[in-house]
């Protein structure tokens, strides 16, 4: 490959060697044959994606203690809170829920300490981990009164 990207207005732009993007994307019905050619393509249809196997993958990595205080909140608020995002909140730009599920699986991998550290979280901390990371992965690109709805 040249490692160029060419634009829909015809700008090139020349990468580095070490330079890689990947990009997601919802269809590429206005790529060109040139640039389908030149990617490596994964698709995974939304509707068989959705928090279940994910949250799952990430809690089996999880100490046993965390995964058992995490599972049911998962299982019980994230995918009526999403219902809740999709049907009477207004977003300011559209995200797969693959996306807002990776975001919140990175916020609580970000609050929690590591395994081997001395002090472990609690099952209250954990829930209140979840809450934290489940408002600010659904609720960060929602305006401050979809928030306040979505806290209500």
């Known amino acids: 490959d040249n490692k160029t990207l060419t634009l829909a207005n015809g700008d090139r732009i020349p990468m580095s060697p ?18 389908v050619s030149r990617n490596g393509m994964v698709f995974m249809s939304a509707s068989i994606l959705d ?3 994910l949250t799952e ?10 995964a058992d205080a995490l599972r049911p909140l998962i299982t ?4 009526e809170t999403y219902h809740l995002y999709l049907t009477a909140l207004k977003p ?12 919140f699986i ?8 590591p395994v081997d550290a001395a002090k472990q979280p609690t ?3 954990m829930e209140r981990f979840f809450v934290f990371a489940l408002m600010w992965s659904l609720g960060a690109i929602l305006e401050l009164d979809d928030r306040a709805k979505m806290q209500e």
């Open 57 to 66: 993958a990430w809690l089996t990595k999880l100490p046993p203690m965390q």
């Open 123 to 125: 099952t209250i901390h």
């Open 92 to 103: 300011k730009m559209d995200i797969m829920e693959s996306m807002l599920v990776a975001q």
């Open 51 to 53: 928090c279940g196997p």
């Open 76 to 79: 019980n608020y994230f995918p």
């Open 106 to 113: 990175e916020i609580v991998n970000g609050l929690l300490p």
């Open 18 to 35: 070490n330079c890689k993007i990947c990009f997601e994307v919802h269809n590429i019905d206005n790529a060109s044959p040139a640039t």
